[in-house]
């Protein structure tokens, strides 16, 4: 009995002996193949397991803008609470200044309009930069315009942002919590 096996560096079909060498490599390859969609099955089980993302409910265009405080507006896109992860954009008055703080996640952030100035390293943004802040980045912004970002923040625990006053001491926070309270159902 011959069997027909593709050749794929070039597309052709090729007799196979059962008996021969190339049929028992086939076979043992299949069995791998086969043992490696078990586990892969198993795998798949487990991540049901896993807490799902809560994404918005609604078009981020269509999405109300939530107060933060009287300087910075939010939408909330997506929470991963289990992975201290949060997708969000922010609105942010012109004039306002951040004051010292500190990001206890990493962060990412594309400016979408306006301009902002990071005081720590004395560089400016506009629409289109990319910024890139490290776990423990503290620093001081300044928003020039009215200016909107989109952001990611991803961390190791519930609190993603410290702010400080002028004894270094933490006066506001912001957590996963607090953006998955604000995440449109």
């Not at 265009?61 to 991963?80: H, T």
């Amino acid at each position: 009995m011959f069997h027909l096996q593709t050749n794929r560096s070039c597309n052709t079909l090729q007799k196979v002996d059962p008996e021969s060498e190339n049929h028992r490599r086939l076979a043992a390859m299949n069995n791998k193949l086969d043992a490696v969609e078990q586990e892969v099955s198993k795998m798949s089980a487990v991540e049901k397991d896993i807490p799902s993302m809560q994404v918005t409910s609604c078009k981020a265009s269509e999405q109300p803008w939530v107060a933060c405080n009287e300087n910075v507006q939010a939408k909330v896109l997506s929470v991963d609470a289990a992975r201290h992860s949060v997708e969000f954009m922010f609105k942010i008055a012109a004039g306002f200044k951040s004051g010292m703080h500190r990001h206890t996640c990493e962060t990412s952030v594309l400016i979408l309009e306006g301009r902002l100035k990071n005081h720590t390293t004395g560089v400016e943004f506009g629409p289109g930069d990319f910024c890139y802040q490290p776990f423990d980045d503290e620093h001081v912004e300044e928003f020039l315009e009215e200016t909107t970002v989109f952001g990611s923040y991803r961390g190791t625990k519930d609190t993603l942002v410290e702010f400080f006053d002028e004894d270094d001491n933490v006066t506001e926070e912001f957590k996963v919590s607090d953006f998955a309270a604000m995440l449109p159902q």
